[in-house]
């Protein structure tokens, strides 16, 4: 029996210690993104699929989460 309160016991700190360290807060999620990326003319030339589909993927969530407008 003292081992389940124990464990209990431990179970029940790790939860509080969890919660009291989970704040929320207001963060600007639009705050670390740059709208224009720009890239010299070798850069383009060397881009493959996955970089423009990478490309792709960063300018759709810059729209959708931030409102920029192509």
Aim: glycine fraction near 6%; charge should be negative.
């Amino acid at each position: 029996m003292p081992k389940r309160m124990l464990a209990a016991a431990a179970l029940l700190s790790a939860a509080s210690a969890c919660s009291a360290t989970s704040a929320v807060t207001d963060t600007d999620v639009c705050g670390p993104w740059e709208p224009s990326l720009r890239f010299s003319a070798a850069a383009v030339q060397a881009m493959d699929e996955e970089d423009i589909r990478q490309l792709d993927v960063y300018y759709g969530t810059g729209e959708r989460l931030c409102g920029w407008s192509p």
